[in-house]
Every structure is written in C-alpha cells, then in structure tokens.
DNA sequence: GATGAATGAGCTTTCATTCAT
DNA sequence: AATGAATGAAAGCTCATTCAT
C-alpha cells in the first residue's frame, strides 16, 4: 500500500467516487459505498479528503481541468471557428459516450446541488478553467469576423446548455441514436447561431 | 380547516415543497421542514401524499402541465416560427424570472435526480404534455416551411438546453443582466440554427 | 345504518376485528384496517370500543363464551369421560376447520400478549367461562372414578397445550393430515393419560 | 471495547434482546430499548443485525440449538423411554424455571407472530433441530417397542403443546406450586399416552 | 497510514386517538 | 351516530464522521 504516492492514491478515491456519485447520486452514494469501492476503509478515506463535501468539490475541479486541456488543445489549432465547433461538439460527446461519468457529474452533481458547492465552489470558480477556454474560443472567433459579436453568456449559454441537453436526453435513453451521429446536425445548429452575417 | 377542499390542499401542499425542494434540493429539504412551511402535521401530510417522491413526482407532473398549457397558447397563434421562437422564449424566461422554483425544479429536481423519478417517471413521461407542445411547435413550422427539417432531438436539446443554461447561469448569479434581457438575442440564435435555409 | 342495534354493531365490528387480528397480528392490524374491513369510519369505531385493546378484551370474551358454550353442552349429556374427551377435541378440532380465527386468535392474539390483556384480563379472568367447564368435566370424571385424581393443572394443560399445539401445527402447514383426521389418536391420548387405573 | 471479538459481542446483543423481547414482546421492545439496556448506540446495534427482524430470527436459532444440544444428550443415553420422558420435561421445566425467557420467547415470540419469521424460518426450518430431536427420541422409542407406534405430530404435539401449555400457565401466575413440582405428574400422563400396549 | 467499531442526530414513515363538523 | 382530517409522539433505520488501536 506505500508503494503509491499520496497524489496517486487521492486521485484513485476521486476516480472511483465520481463514478459511484454519477451514477447514484451525491446523497444516495455513501462513504462506506465509496471505500468498499476502492477496498480501503472508511477511516483510511477521511486521511486523504476531509469530509465528503471537500470530496465533491475536488473532482469537479480534476473536470474541469480535464476538460479545459482537451479545449486548450483545439484553441491552440490554427482552424477556423466552424471547425472549432465540430472539434469541441466532437470532444464533448465523445467524452460523454467514453467517460460519461464526466459529463453526468458535471451536469447532475455539479450544476444540480448548489449546496455541496456553496462554500468554495461559489460562482463558476471550480470550473472557470474550462468556461476560460470557452471564452477564449468565442473571442477569437469574434476578433477573426467568423463569429457575430454578442453578449458572451449568450453564446456560451447555447454552447453548455445545448451539448449538456443532448447528453441528457442521452443519459435518459430517449434519443434514438447513439450521440456520436448527432455530432455534425449540432455543430451547425451552434455554428448558424453564432456565425457572423458576412459568412 | 374545512374550510378548503381536499384538492386544493394538496395543491397548496406541492406548492410550498415545490418552493423548498427547488431552493434547498430534495434530500436537504425533509418532510419536517414543508410540514411546518405550510402549518400541517407531518402526519396529516402523508394523508395527501403516501410518500415524499410520489410528492415529487405530482409537482413534476404539475409543472409539466403549467408550461404545456402555455406552450399551447402560442402553438395555437397564427404567426410565424420566429414570433413563436420569441414567444416562447420569453415565456420561459418570464416564468423563471417570476417562478424561478418552477424552472429550478425542473432543472436541479427533475432532471438530475433520475432516482426519485425512475418508478412512474421512467423515460418522459412526467413531462410529456411539455415535450409534445415543443414538438408539435416544431413540426408545424417544418411543414410550413419555415424551419429546416433536422432531427427532433437536434432541436428539442437546442431548446431544452439552451434555455436550461440560461436559467442556470441566471440562478447562480452570473449574468451581469437581467435574464429578460437576453430574449432577443436568445430567440435570434435559436432562429437561426433552426430556420429553413430559403428564409 | 340506524336498522341494527349497537349491540349488532358491536358484534360486527368484533368479527371483522377479529379475522385481522387472527391473520395479521394484533400489532399489524390498524383501526383504519379494520374500519376499512367494515365500511365504517374510524372515529364511529370509537363510539364503540374506547380502544384497540378495549376491543381486543372484549373479543376474548366472546370467543370464551362461544367455546364454553359448546363444552356446556358436552358436559350436560350422559355418557362416559372417555366419550366426552372424543367430543371436546372433535368440537375444538372442527372450530379450528371451521373458523379458525377463533382459536388461532386465542393462541397467538390472547395467549402470546400478555401486555394487551394485563389490565383487565388477568389470570384467566376473560376465559373463566371456558376454563370452568373443562374443570366442570375434569371433576366431574374423577368422581365417577373414570378420571384418576390428579392436579387439576397438569390436566388442564394437557387439553389446552396439546390442542394448542395441534392447531399450531396446523397453522404451520405442518400436518401431512387435515385436522379432523387427528381426531381419534389425540383423543385416545388424552384419554389414556388422563383415565383412572382401574380402567 | 474492542476487548471482545465480534461474535461475542453479537452474543451479548442476542441476550439483552431476548430477555426483552420475551418480556415486553417483539413489537413494544424497541431498538433503543435493546440499544439501551446493552449500553450500546442504536446504530452500532445496527453493524450487527441488519434490522430487529433479522435479529429475531437468530435468537430462535440460537435457542433451538441450545434446546436440541440438552436433548441430544438426553437421546444419547441408555435408559428407557419412560426414562427419558422424565428427563427430558425436567430439562424443558428447568430451562422454564432458570432461563423463562428462552422458552418465554419461543412460545409468545417464535409461535406467535407468524409474519416476522415468515421469510427465512418458514415451516419449522429454524428450529429444526430441536424438532429432529424429538423425533429421534420418538423413534427410538418406538423401534424398541417402548412406545405405540403412531403419527409423530400426534406425539410431537403432545410434548409441546402440553409442556408450552404448562409454561404459559406458569407465566401467567395460574399454577399454585412451582413448575418443577409438576414433573412428575407430567411424565407420567405423556408416558401414559404414548406407550406401547404391551408394556 | 490504516482499520472499522462506535456514535448519535436526524431521517421518513406510521398510527392510535381526537374532535370539529 | 357518523365522518375523516388532523395530531404528534415514536418507531426503525441510516450515515458522515471520529478515534482507539
């Protein structure tokens, strides 16, 4: 067990918590259900986060992170703002049919229990590496002339709102193809709202 | 207290745990609590509702039909997708900004809480007068020519979600604005990534 | 509703009363179970009996009654113990087939809760009818000299526990046999323990 | 308190919940009851016994191992069915005079609520092994041609139904001398009962 | 670091009984 | 006599957190 380093085992307990919490629920999944998880005691757990809340507010930052990067990749690429859109619509929803629990957490733990967050998290602090990446995209695209210039929220509104809609619908079994296949129909939906007249 | 029917107390009943749930979250609001919020017994509240998620399934249902109602309002105007666009939008924000408990309900409660709904909820069916209003708008504007023919779900997720985020972004206090303020420039995106190409 | 006495009433409300509490239990049963049982409200209920345990005294008495009534008849007629003791279990038998409430109430109701009872029906008070004619036949044996003269208990308990038990076997679903069929053996038992040696 | 193993400690818990339980009854001895007069919180009750019924059910086992253990010894000696008739109501009468809530419990609690047992204890499966030992004894008797060879319920209902009939009569404060006294008389009606002609 | 027994407050739910009508 | 909404105490059970080892 001292073969692995503190950070390690940390990001061990944050994996398997972010699955048991996705998929059952911040109040419905329980220490006990999270230490039996990793096979490590309950006690053991608490020497790594401090309370279950701490906990929560972790792995939506170790999302956040995650996300951003995958973002800051496509930010960094020398295209153009409606191939920006695939790009980000394509890592989106590819992130949620192979990690859904990223995306379920983000959209079912993080945005749904303003509580848990309140103390720490407020605002969009916890996850303002990835909206920062977002805004970075959107203000590129404007300063280029491929993107009209709007109020940032509502452009940034339509981007979350519109791909965590989608992966909802998905997580509910209601769409009748699997998400990939709706990768090209929504990139253009967001690229005809946000393009600029002139294209 | 006999004064009041037996149907209007339940409404009443929902009423104040719509309020609660939605601000406080459902696992941290208990039953103690919209006892008291309404002047009832904690017994005689179950003389109402046999448990607290048959509690909250009736308010999802409830909500469901409010928005519908509204919905069909404007589905039965005779005006163009994009005024029905605008319409719609606006009512939404209207109702968030004067019932926010409705729209945070249906957003932190109902869809992100897939446990409480799973038995009598499965799938939409709690809220499918609401669905089937959004899909009849955009079928009618389809055969009217106005909307381009896409996946329902392409746009059913726009709506849904991009109105969702707005909301959420609203809620947690980071619009600079007030979310009235965001109607055109919200209905015009919309418009656009729906809008038939010849328009 | 006003045709029948309150003395009808009463008896109704016992007889409902008592197949619940026979079939589930005295602690299982609710007033509203057995309100519901008679299409009669709740609070009427307690214009009758003042209480569950009230009600739950008043059916021992009955059943007391309805027993000692039959064994009064045993005792009246002219023939030999031997014969008797064939027509108490065949009558105790046949209750049990017949309305098996009866005595499974007065074993697993009246016998196994003592707290019920404790005031009110002490000792044997609410069987005293019952337990006067098995004494009444008891004694009635030895002076003929067919009955050895033995401790009236350890006679009394031999009826009443071995009878007991059958039904509870019964009960149990335990007996390969239906009841009626162990009616020859158990008398001849009873018979031989009980009889006097010159027999 | 990590002085006793756990096994012991769910030993401990067993014994305070029997005597309580066939005191009080199952239904008016609560957790907190039991909890209490351990000395032990409610929860940690709770890392023991999975619920108050799970905890009924291993009381009755325990008891009809420590039952069928003294009767084992009874069958396996030397002597004649008269004999062990003796023994075993004076092992059964003991056990009533020293530990009243070990057979207190099996007659008002195991008998007599049916539906707490209902699942995991159904016909007479948790206390099979008392049964067997009666039938052994019964069997043996008969092989050896001390005993009538008839239907065992009859003569199993015979020695439990007539030693529970006396326990309970004993219970209730009825019997004017001590049980022990009725030994003998009690040996003498069951022996009386079940032997064989010839003898 | 690691364990898991122990705590106890707090949860949802039940139900005998009352009482205004 | 009859109704059933209303009460509220108390039940069984859960679980985040602690702490002795």
Redesign the pocket.
Known sequence: ??RVS?EE?KKAIMHHALILFSREGF???????IAKSIG?????L???F????ALAKEIIKYISAYLSERLRGINEEDISSEEKIHKIVSVYFHTAAEKPEMIEYFLRIYLSNREIFQNGCEGMICVSDFVTEIMIFFEDGVRKGELRDQDFFSAFGLFMGYLGGMVFLFGEEILPKPLEAYIDDISRNIYRALKSDEN
Chains 1, 2, 3, 4 share one sequence.
């Open positions: 067990m001292a503190k085992r109040y419905t999944t329980t220490i006990p259900d490590m005691s309950v006690g053991n608490y020497n790594y401090k309370s279950k809340e």
